[in-house]
């Protein structure tokens, strides 16, 4: 497997405009999660899914943030309209159910927002 | 306030053990965690402990865990440049299947 793939790397959009953060999870993995990275907060969680469906979402920020789980091979993070302060690394990870298995990131998108 | 608290640099030089230390809040953890972020990369796992443990050992890493004190750390022996990074400590517990996450402390080794 080629580990959770995230698109695109870097994205740079003027404020206002719509942004699309996409991931594919390890195959098999019925966990999936958004984080945030930013100098000032460091990592957190925005969402998190089980089996496409989410358990928690209290980290999104605001109605901005929107995430979906079509189904078991694809999610996507949506900003709109996007703010210079939502630029960050935003990384997603998938795992298994068992709590003492690894959750597997993927490289991350670096959004700048300007 | 954080739930997961490290101090924010280590610098060390070649050879000589490192020593990475985290606290925690959060009394229901399950498992603590080790990860390791390299500069423009994502998140790997190093180790993990299961809270019931107090100590775990693999190759040049120990990780100790103070349950009484909500302390973690994690030793790295004959630390290398390539150990050079930002290592985060994180926790889980039953229930709740995603990561809190330390602020991260960067390890700098010197040659």
């Known amino acids: 497997d080629a580990g959770v793939i995230q698109s695109p790397r870097h994205e740079v959009t003027e404020m206002g405009q719509e942004v699309t953060l996409r991931c594919k999870p390890i195959?098999?993995?019925?966990?999936l999660f958004w984080y945030r990275q930013t100098m000032m907060r460091g990592l957190e969680l925005l969402i998190y899914?089980?089996?496409?469906?989410?358990?928690?979402d209290s980290g999104m920020p605001e109605d901005r943030f929107s995430a979906k789980m079509p189904n078991a091979s694809f999610s996507n993070l949506k900003i709109q309209p996007s703010e210079p302060r939502d630029s960050a690394v935003y990384f997603c990870?998938?795992?298994?159910?068992?709590?003492?298995?690894?959750?597997?990131f993927g490289q991350g998108t670096r959004l700048t927002v300007v | 306030g954080e739930d997961v608290e490290q101090s924010l640099f280590l610098s060390v030089r070649e050879g000589d053990s490192s020593v990475i230390n985290c606290t925690y809040t959060?009394?229901?953890?399950?498992?603590l965690y080790w990860y390791k972020q390299e500069p423009g990369a994502g998140l790997q796992l190093l180790t993990y402990?299961?809270?019931?443990?107090d100590m775990k050992q693999d190759q040049r890493l120990t990780v100790l865990l103070n349950k009484k004190d909500k302390h973690l750390s994690l030793r790295i022996a004959d630390t290398q440049t390539g150990d050079s990074a930002i290592y985060f400590c994180?926790?889980?517990?039953?229930?709740?299947?995603?990561?809190?996450f330390g602020s991260g402390t960067r390890l700098q080794v010197q040659p």
């Open positions: 402990i299961f809270s019931n443990m």
């Open positions: 959060d009394s229901s953890s399950t498992y």
């Open positions: 990870a998938s795992s298994l159910t068992r709590m003492n298995t690894e959750a597997f």
């Open positions: 899914f089980n089996n496409n469906v989410p358990i928690d």
């Open positions: 195959s098999g993995h019925d966990y």
């Open positions: 994180a926790e889980s517990y039953t229930g709740r299947r995603a990561l809190t």
